[in-house]
């Protein structure tokens, strides 16, 4: 059991590692086209990473070791978000199940860090994005628990793969009226997490608009490197997380060298799908005034709380 | 003599011992040798209630000079394990005291009444009769005023604080009187053995267990009952604060297990559903006011109120789910109360000592006037980093395992055959999440602020560390953070022994297994894989500094313009706007903007202040109006005394002969 996971958690990691910045490349890539422009080309992020692996990083006065730590941590939490996430394959540790509060608590870690660096160097932009990020990312972990826990609810268990697995062999439940609303809340509670419009704009560097660029502004070079990595790979597990949900077919319960390329297949045709969608929502989209996002995750919220009640109620009747 | 015989006695000799020590020893060393034997008997309490824990038995009877039977203590399984938190506390509080102390709080009283409140605490959960607990009970509300009241001759805040808290807890120890005389009547005696006994679903038992709840919650800060909390902590010597905080708070919510699980197992379902209420509402409302609050202390504080909360909610979640028979999940969730409890205990005495640490380098308990700490105190910085992790409940801490026991219990508690349960849980799950998230905010803005960036005030920039007794403090306090959250195993067992717990146990590498509802945690093995992924990121790193080491430069970037004043910097106050804001109309927050123009033109401004005040709402709401009543009642029967003697002669009169009327009708 531990080496087929050990197996698993690997793969998952190395191929998510490779993914994600594909990922941003295609979505940055869609917008693009779609708006009129030829766009940098899908490996464009790739780019930018080895750049800045090769640069220097600086480091200003005043600031502490938060500046060089926290980007580490940021990467290793959403490294270990991939593992923890069934995105290739179904199979876990004994002793560390992918439970979904340890999910979340991982991913909470690689929040603070962020927020952390942003407040780091002292200047207001950092501040500002720093506070910013933290009260959204209050706001948005009810509905998360609450959507995930509404999904629990048919397998009687919190763990994720289990979850999966459960929607695996009942692909009856996945269009369930509770299982779509669920998939909706949580839907919105990642692009909230993981700042993509409505909630932040990930293009945009107007100082009064801006969320996740005012935290990174003060960091270069390698930390720079990591903080993109660290949150690349979070949209990735994040939506590869929705798309195992949305659609559990291909995943490896498994694991065989065959299986476990159809789930990376699977994989890469859920995150193709779902990020190019993401990045087409985008255009029509214009970005919310920071005062009505919790408006919107309230609305999430709801639907997620609501989910859960009929999951409960509905049955019984 | 039994083990815990002796070890109840070696507590009252080492107290006898640094109340001598308080007495005799002049100022230059009382510290040292009354701080030294408040340790030992913090240790003998830690000890002896993890032999009354592990099923030791003894019992020690003390006499008194009151007119009462003795005081007998005879530890239970349930007392030892909230002996061992106050012990440990109570000790890591002294030790942390004898750097720490100056002033009025050196004194001969502040060490005296030092050494009794870690007596008191140690032995309320001990005591064995109503009669007994209420006594200690009562020397700990005294000393603990006493200790309170230290500062009070420099500052009249401390004198408002010790009001305040005096009145709450007598308010507290009225109600637990009531509470237990109306057990004790119905129980034909005031010995715990016998008020079990009381059949806990007769109309006597709700109404003892309505009284004694509500005292019970007044003490462990419970709103609306709070009040007191967000005055005292910051007011008091910072040890006094973490020993109010982490260990007498505590004393609340074992006194609501003494009466929910040993006295009167099995009650009615409202007694559950009015502790979730409780819990849940205290819980959000503290954490909403600590993420807005901006004084260090009064923030640690409200976040006291929202983890005495989650305990309250983690308890009744465990009393609803037992009272419809669905044990699993019931016992994980009053296994996580006790999780909840010692995490609690080891996370707020880091940060009650981190603030303290604060205090006592910059003179600031604002975090508005702090930054830039790391650098100048990194012990203080490691140590409170520490403690807020475990705070806003992140892994591997004990506050991430025990909320996690929480949710779990939640989630696995709801069932479609109970309509009224299956309601319940996913609301508390939800308070849990938003509790959850918001201490995130709160923390991060504590630590961010107080210890990152660039000092904001005169105080920050010229701190140091502190000396070695408060660092040793610190440190082990934080140790027992990062200890209880990698190695829970031993923790839920000895809780599953406390209260009685069969399905709940250690897996692993000293994980924990909530059998009951097939969820298990090892946050070792977590940390493994965690450290596992970071190898090869570290690697990169460490291959990159060699080639490419980072670059000092003296400014930051700031978007290509950044004056190097601190006044630019978000504060805490600016950090918590957006929240503030979210939430505006349950915090209701005044705002002042005052704008004044130059003189030459109405549209040139010359400088503009902002001023906020929050205040508690359930204060100015519920404590307001009622003291406003009891003052005009309070001035209305002043007329009755003019000090007139002939008034005074005619009142009698008119009493005897009222007297003389009744006896003869």
Not at chain 2, 261 to 269: S, Y
């Given at each position: 059991m531990n080496t087929r996971a050990l197996v698993l958690a690997a793969v998952q990691v190395i191929v998510m590692a490779v993914l994600s910045p594909l990922l941003v490349g295609l979505m940055r890539q869609v917008r693009a086209r779609m708006e009129g422009r030829a766009g940098a080309g899908v490996l464009q992020p790739a780019r930018d990473l080895r750049k800045l692996f090769a640069k220097e990083p600086l480091r200003a006065e005043g600031t502490s070791w938060v500046m060089s730590v926290g980007p580490v941590v940021l990467v290793a939490s959403s490294a270990l978000v991939c593992v923890l996430v069934p995105l290739v394959g179904t199979i876990t540790f004994p002793l560390v199940p992918d439970d979904l509060f340890v999910m979340v608590s991982v991913l909470l870690l690689g929040t603070v860090a962020l927020a952390l660096v942003g407040l780091d160097a002292g200047s207001a932009f950092g501040g500002m994005g720093s506070s910013r990020h933290m009260t959204i990312a209050a706001l948005v972990e009810p509905t998360v628990l609450v959507s995930v826990y509404a999904l629990s609810i048919p397998v009687g268990s919190s763990s994720l793969s289990a979850i999966v697995h459960g929607r695996l062999v009942h692909p009856s439940s996945v269009v369930a009226p509770v299982s779509l609303l669920a998939l909706v809340a949580l839907f919105v509670a990642v692009v909230a997490e993981t700042g993509r419009m409505p909630v932040d704009n990930p293009s945009t560097h107007l100082e009064l608009t801006m969320i996740h660029e005012a935290m990174v502004l003060e960091s270069s070079g390698r930390d720079l490197a990591w903080l993109e990595l660290g949150s690349w790979l979070r949209l990735g597990a994040l939506l590869g997380l929705v798309g195992s949900l949305l659609a559990p077919w291909g995943i490896a319960s498994s694991v065989t060298p065959l299986s476990l390329l159809i789930g990376v297949l699977a994989l890469v045709a859920k995150l193709v799908v779902l990020g190019s969608a993401l990045a087409a929502g985008e255009v029509f989209l214009a970005k919310l005034r920071l005062f009505r996002v919790p408006e919107l995750l309230a609305g999430s919220f709801v639907l997620a709380f609501l989910a859960v009640t009929a999951s409960y109620l509905v049955v019984q009747a | 003599m039994t083990l815990v015989q002796a070890g109840l006695l070696a507590q009252v000799a080492a107290t006898c011992l640094a109340l001598a020590a308080a007495a005799v020893v002049g100022p230059r060393h009382r510290a040292r040798f009354a701080g030294a034997a408040i340790v030992a008997s913090g240790i003998a309490g830690a000890v002896t209630g993890a032999l009354a824990l592990a099923g030791g038995r003894g019992s020690v009877t003390l006499p008194v000079s009151l007119p009462f039977d003795p005081v007998v203590l005879a530890p239970d399984r349930l007392g030892g394990f909230f002996m061992i938190v106050a012990g440990a506390v109570g000790a890591v509080a002294a030790l942390y005291g004898i750097g720490y102390v100056q002033g009025a709080a050196a004194s001969r009283t502040s060490w005296s009444a030092m050494a009794i409140f870690v007596l008191a605490l140690q032995l309320v959960p001990a005591a064995d009769d109503a009669v007994s607990f209420l006594l200690l009970w009562e020397l700990m509300a005294v000393s603990s005023t006493v200790l309170l009241l230290a500062d009070h001759a420099r500052r009249a805040a401390v004198r408002s604080a010790a009001l305040w808290y005096a009145v709450m807890t007598h308010l507290s120890f009225l109600l637990l009187l009531l509470g237990f005389a109306v057990l004790a009547a119905a129980g034909g005696g005031t010995g715990f053995g016998s008020m079990a006994r009381v059949s806990s679903v007769s109309t006597a038992a709700s109404a003892a267990f309505v009284l004694l709840i509500l005292g019970f919650a007044s003490k462990a800060g419970i709103v609306p009952l709070h009040v007191w909390l967000p005055r005292a902590h910051p007011e008091a010597p910072s040890h006094v604060s973490a020993l109010m905080s982490a260990a007498m708070v505590k004393m609340g919510v074992y006194g609501a297990l003494l009466v929910s699980?040993?006295?009167?197992?099995?009650?009615?379902?409202w007694w559950g559903l009015l502790l979730i209420a409780l819990g849940g509402v205290s819980a959000v409302y503290g954490i909403l006011q600590a993420s807005v609050a901006t004084d260090l202390k009064r923030m640690l504080a409200y976040s006291t109120s929202e983890n005495v909360g989650l305990m309250f909610l983690a308890l009744g979640t465990g009393l609803l789910l037992r009272s419809y028979g669905i044990g699993g999940p019931a016992d994980a969730a009053i296994a996580a109360c006790l999780l909840l409890v010692a995490g609690h205990a080891a996370f707020k005495t880091t940060l009650f000592l981190g603030a303290g640490s604060i205090l006592h380098a910059t003179g600031e308990r604002d975090l508005d006037r702090l930054g830039g700490l790391t650098a100048r105190m990194p012990v203080t910085s490691m140590a409170f980093g520490i403690g807020a992790l475990g705070a806003a409940a992140l892994p591997v801490t004990s506050g991430f395992v025990a909320e996690w026991a929480l949710l779990q219990s939640l989630i696995h508690g709801a069932n479609t055959q109970n309509r009224l349960v299956s309601v319940v849980m996913p609301i508390a799950v939800t308070v849990v999440a938003l509790t959850a998230g918001l201490a995130l905010l709160a923390f991060v803005k504590a630590y961010g602020i107080a210890f990152?960036?660039?000092?904001?005030g005169e105080g920050a920039a010229t701190a140091h560390e502190s000396g070695r007794a408060m660092r040793v403090a610190m440190l082990t306090a934080a140790a027992s953070v990062i200890a209880l959250g990698l190695a829970p195993g031993p923790l839920l067992t000895a809780a599953g022994a406390a209260a009685g717990l069969p399905r709940v146990g250690p897996v692993g590498w000293w994980g924990i297994d909530l059998s009951g509802i097939g969820a298990l945690l090892d946050p070792l093995a977590l940390t493994t894989m965690a450290a596992a992924v970071l190898v090869p990121v570290l690697l990169v790193s460490v291959r990159l500094a060699r080639r490419l080491p980072r670059r000092r430069v003296a400014l930051p970037w700031g978007g290509g313009g950044v004056r190097l004043s601190p006044r630019m910097q978000y504060t805490a106050t600016s950090y918590a706007e957006p929240l503030s804001r979210v939430f505006d109309d349950a915090l209701r927050p005044e705002r002042d903007v005052l704008v004044t123009h130059s003189a030459e033109s109405r549209y040139l401004v010359e400088r503009v202040q902002f001023r906020q005040y929050l205040d508690d709402i359930v204060e100015t709401t519920v404590y307001r109006p009622g003291i406003a009543l009891m003052d005009r009642i309070g001035l209305a029967a002043r007329r009755l005394q003019n000090g007139s003697i002939h008034r005074y002669l005619g009142y009698s009169f008119f009493a005897l002969v009222a007297i003389l009327i009744v006896v003869s009708l």
């Open positions: - | 699980v040993r006295l009167m197992p099995g009650g009615p379902v990152l960036a660039r000092p904001r």
